[in-house]
């Protein structure tokens, strides 16, 4: 004889109860996970902006600069300026040189860390043979 048993202790509402927990924590979870890469994108697009308006302001430092080295070379060829002077003023260029680069290389940086925040990096990665 088969039976079916009429009261099972309130399992079955206990299961679904706790169903609905680990869907709604789940849900709460995407959430999170979601608003942490809103965050991150958004820290991300705040620093390549800021490193291309760094990268802007040292561009026109260069050409400052070198213009700054031509004016002492020829001050140095009259006989106007040290050599020490000279020195330091190609020492200021160099230092200019090296910002320039340096900043160059961290918004390339950044721009990597933005592509792969949205998965162009991987896009990209995936279409090219």
Do not use: C, H
Request: aromatic residues 4%.
């Amino acid at each position: 004889m088969a039976s079916v048993p009429i009261f099972d202790g309130f399992n079955r509402n206990r299961l679904e109860q706790n169903a609905r927990i680990a869907e709604e924590k789940s849900k709460l979870q995407l959430d999170q996970t979601q608003l942490q890469l809103d965050a991150e994108a958004e820290q991300a697009w705040a620093q390549y902006q800021n490193r291309l308006q760094l990268l802007e302001l040292e561009e026109a430092n260069i050409l400052l600069a070198r213009e700054n080295v031509a004016i002492a070379l020829e001050r140095y060829r009259l006989g106007l300026l040290t050599p020490l002077a000279l020195r330091e003023a190609q020492r200021t260029q160099l230092d200019a040189e090296v910002r320039l680069l340096d900043i160059r290389y961290q918004a390339k940086q950044a721009e990597i860390v933005l592509r792969r925040l949205s998965s162009g990096l991987v896009q990209e990665g995936t279409t090219q043979p």
